[in-house]
């Protein structure tokens, strides 16, 4: 059977999400038209809105491809903790993807559909992960990700780059410590 014209459909997301990323990352996130993405991939309007009906389903489904799984290892609560933080803040450093991030964020502040799909789509997956290797309850996950997370985009917002490495660090330090008080003499954290 022959196959049919067009791009192959396995490489449209692909192609779609790197043109994404680099329209972002060379006009910003508001001049990121679904328009201006199609011409940078090559590829008409119509098959992006195909896929994903609104720019911030287009972007919010960038994004999960972009950040993949996250690397909660360690032999501790501390060291998981420290290399999820260090992880995502080198993902939102990476072009493109923070300002996508703070931008699909922001959309999401006064569109209810949309702030269902970040927080299916995107931001559960994690929750859940970390719920499972940190065996903790589902509010207590999301203050920790609000936290890191917050603290990451409000620096990039701020200064329009991603935070240090020192700052990093300092953001570890502050939330493994805040996360994981010390045992009180004679029993567990209260």
């Known amino acids: 059977m022959p196959r049919t014209p067009g791009r192959p459909r396995s490489g449209i997301d692909d192609t779609v999400f790197a043109a994404t990323l680099a329209t972002v990352n060379s006009l910003g996130y508001a001049r990121a038209t679904v328009d201006r993405i199609a011409a940078e991939a090559g590829i008409a309007k119509t098959t992006i809105y195909r896929r994903w009906p609104t720019k911030g389903a287009l972007i919010t489904a960038c994004l999960v491809d ?36 703070a931008g699909v964020f922001t959309d999401a502040v006064n569109d209810p559909e949309l702030r269902q799909i970040l927080s299916a789509q995107l931001q559960d997956p994690y ?15 999301l203050f920790y990700i609000d936290v890191v997370v917050g603290t990451l985009l409000h620096r990039l917002g701020m200064t329009g780059r991603p935070m240090v490495d020192a700052d990093v660090e300092a953001l570890v330090s502050m939330v493994t410590t805040a996360l994981n008080p010390p045992l009180s003499p004679g029993g567990p954290p209260a």
């Open 66 to 101: 972009a950040f993949g799984p996250a690397p909660l290892t360690g032999t501790d609560r501390s060291q998981i903790l420290a290399a999820g933080i260090r992880w995502i803040a080198a993902k939102i450093g990476e072009p493109g993807i923070g300002a996508a991030f």
């Open 127 to 141: 929750r859940l992960a970390l719920q499972e290797v940190l065996n903790e309850p589902e509010q207590r996950v």
